[in-house]
């Protein structure tokens, strides 16, 4: 077997070549998978939508309204949701960057009145079996029903009313943060009606 | 019948006597990165054990084309390209695993273990036995980052591939998911494994 001769033309074209291959099968590769990729963002987009919101029957994801904030990096999503045309909820999507491993991002549903629906996390890179615990039920129960303009979203170590998980503070702040962020941006853009 | 017998000494080293994790000690970032659960690591190991296997198979084909001056640039470029095509599809087809992968996905492409087969073994040995090497080791890797996972999962969040078997608000000891935890399961891991595979060969 005779192994090619280290000239400069030959390093090369063999270089050369196989960044090209390279290059194209990447390409290709890419045309093939967007579709999905992006279907299957979507999906867990509209998952997320039906665990928050109350029962809707219009689609949230094309009366999608984007909000530039400076608190977050990029705009904040809002999605209204109705049923027979009147206002069944508004989930808006809140993160924080103070996780212990950076970005945390929910999603946080609100009822017509301004009280929490439900919560799901959407990303996140926190410790797994500490910080992930905050996708538990047993964490998310104690923010379903609540109105932010009277129950503290800080953790009650910081004088709010959210119990801290065990061995994961950052992570609970980050995600109280991320929840105020959402209910900010929804007094201001979508005012709730209180009664 | 002796070339049949070499081949599956070929397919075994890569499982017991040259496991890359526990005797050869490579790939050490992904080993203690991604092992906070049975699951990830099996994950992990499978995705290694894809591109290993394409990137053995590539080298081997064409180690006659490439100049010797630039092998390793080479390699890194048919690695990192079967990295992205991994990335990609599992962003598409399966984004649960690729959300508890992460960062780590993209970092196979400056695994060790890669590298170093289609340097050591690809490089030199014709197209079957390459294959076989992949198989061998990316499958020894995947043993071993299953084995890891389980036994951080068990002792840190007192559950086997998402299963518990302890309470919800059971003390389990956390430590071991948490990346000191990587270390001292590895060692005693590696310690075991080498205690068996002397006293049984």
Known sequence: MSKKKSTFLNMILALFVITLVAGLSLGYVNDLTKGPKAKAKLERKVNALKEVLPTFDNNPVEDMRKIASDKAKDSIEIYTAYLKDRLAGTAVIGSSEKGFSG?????????????????????????????????????????????????????????????????????????????QMAYDVLIEHAKPQKN | MAEKLNQK????????????????????????????????GLGMGIATLFVLLMSNIVVSL??????????????III?????????????????????????????????????????????KNNLISSIIDALGMGIGFTIALTLLGAAREILGSGSIFDLRFVSEDANTMILFILPPGAFIALAYLTLAFNRISTKTS
């Not at chain 1, 905050?134 to 503290?152: A, E, G, L, V």
């Open chain 2, 62 to 75: 064409i180690k006659s084309q490439i100049p010797a001056k630039v092998r390793i640039p080479a390699f």
């Open chain 2, 9 to 40: 000494q070929n397919f075994l080293k890569g499982i017991i006597k040259d496991n890359p994790v526990f005797v050869m000690l490579l790939g050490m970032c992904p080993t203690l990165g991604v092992t906070s659960s049975a699951f990830n």
């Open chain 1, 103 to 179: 970005l945390v991002k929910i999603m946080v549903g609100f009822k017509p009145n301004g009280t929490i629906k439900n919560i799901v996390v959407l990303e996140q890179k926190e410790t797994p079996g500490l910080g992930t615990k905050m996708k538990d039920d047993k964490f998310i129960k104690q923010f379903r029903d609540k109105d932010p303009s009277t129950y503290n979203l800080k953790t009650t170590k910081d004088g709010g009313d959210v119990d801290a998980l065990t061995g994961a503070t950052i992570t609970t702040r980050a995600f109280g943060e991320a929840a």
């Open chain 2, 79 to 123: 690695i990192a390209s079967f990295v992205t095509i991994v990335e990609m599809v599992l962003e598409a087809y399966i984004p649960f695993l690729f959300e508890q992968l992460g960062i780590f996905i993209p970092l196979i492409v400056v695994n060790c273990l890669i590298l170093g087969r289609a340097e050591a073994f690809a490089s």
